[in-house]
């Protein structure tokens, strides 16, 4: 309620264009400018519509969008399609990723040991069955493998000091035709063998009391067998998509013509838009997604010497893949003339809590101030910021780009859920979110517009 009587009066001193905002900004713009600026900026609240976003969401939450299926193909064309009837020319980035299903038996037995074990499988495990002599090799480091014939046998080895998948390879060079390896502190962990390899042999993981009983099983009982059977793991290669929507420097034609040759900033709108399987994911993310194509529609015609780039990632679901391809894809000069990243993840449930940001590192950066000045100017409280690194914002992020993640928190108990339907999104949220998003951008693109 504070909020929106807030947002009203606002609202209307933008629409009068009277001297409050014009004050503050006076010692860097003329009058004619302030005024313009102050104008554009009721223009932008008023073209933000609810009912665009909400309409984005229902169209693409009918179904799950999983990266790679032709629902995720959908999503795709439905969003190029979106961009283009705003006036934009897009580009549709495509790329592999190999999609790994855990194998649902894991069996493995040793001959004449009778205590119980629980083997898993490490991320990665090839599905197979081997059998053969188990030998213990230690670390599996290539110098303490040296004087070893491990050809037809099992290697047992204790984790430390290399990678599971450098253990692998020394002892796959060896002969070996299957793997166990043990825990070296008390717990359990998800091991991981780092990556999809046809040369992988089957390989299991124990706990650390489970390796030492193997040890000193096979020390009193040397040449004992064992065998391992690994069941349903598969890979399988896929493509799935970035689309990407750009809207170049529009200011001034003769200005731009004239300093063509100096580099423009760059501002990167994202969101993914692909959902987990079992979920139509409209919060998680077309909420995302649509509020991208919203803003994009919304800034179609603002003046700005910034280039904008509107992105909709894939394959996030998957480990950020849509958006670590699109950062590893880009240049040296698009790395140094990319200033921001607003990332919109999860931006519009009903049933999650308030509206924060996330930065990889927990500090303030560019976007982080931008969008307090907006949240403060538009409902009298600055967005708080805390740490968090579950979304796409973080590739920009590790190569040194300004980027944070939109979301409420806590996150609604629909979260990868059958649930997470168009019943459960709020429109408030969603213009809430946007109005603050779109007034952090334009505070910036405003400055390179009229002050450079
Ligand atoms: N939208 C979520 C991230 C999220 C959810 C952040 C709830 C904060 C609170 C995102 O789509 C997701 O599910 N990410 C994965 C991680 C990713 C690297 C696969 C996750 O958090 O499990
Ligand atoms: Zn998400």
Known sequence: MKKSIFKVIFVAILALGTVAPIATLATHY??????????????????????????????????????????????????????????????????????YTSPHTIKLSIDSFTKSLDPQALEYSISGQVSGEIVTAGLGKVEELQYLDLTGKIALLERGEISFNDKMSNVIAKGA??????????????????EVNRAFVPAVLLTEAEGDELVKHINNKPST??????????????????????????????QVKKSSKIDKDIIVISAHHD???????????????AMTLELSRVMKNIPSETEIRFITFGAEEFGLLGSTHYVANLTEDEISRITANFNLDMVGSKDAGELIMQTANGKHNLVTQLAQAASTKLNGEPTPVNQG???????????????????????????????????????????DVAEIVSIALWNQIRIDHQVK
């Not at 035709?177 to 780092?194: E, K, W």
């Not at 959902?275 to 997604?289: E, I, K, L, R, Y």
């Not at 690194?389 to 629909?414: K, Q, T």
């Open 225 to 254: 067998h064992a065998s391992i059977r690994i069941k349903g793991s598969k890979s399988q290669k896929n493509i799935s998509h970035n689309v990407i929507a750009t809207k170049m420097p529009t200011s001034n034609k003769k």
């Open 30 to 99: 003329t009058s004619i400018q302030v005024e313009k600026s102050v104008n554009i900026e009721a223009t932008i609240l008023q073209t933000i519509a609810s009912d665009s976003m909400f309409n984005h969401i229902k169209l693409l939450s009918k179904s799950p969008r999983v990266a790679g299926t032709e629902q995720e193909d959908a999503a795709v064309a439905y969003i190029k399609k979106s961009f283009e009837s705003y006036g934009y020319k897009t580009e549709v980035q495509a790329f592999t990723f190999t999609d």
């Open 389 to 431: 690194d579950r979304s796409d914002h973080v590739p920009f992020a590790n190569v040194g780009i300004p980027s944070a993640l939109f979301i409420h928190n806590p996150a609604e108990p629909w979260y990868h859920k059958p649930e997470d339907k168009i019943d459960k999104i709020s429109k408030e949220k969603l213009q």
């Open 275 to 289: 959902s987990v399987a079992g979920a139509p994911g409209a919060n998680d993310n077309a909420s995302g997604s």
């Open 177 to 194: 035709i299957g793997a166990i390896f043990y825990n070296n502190v008390p717990g359990t962990i998800m091991g991981s063998l780092g």
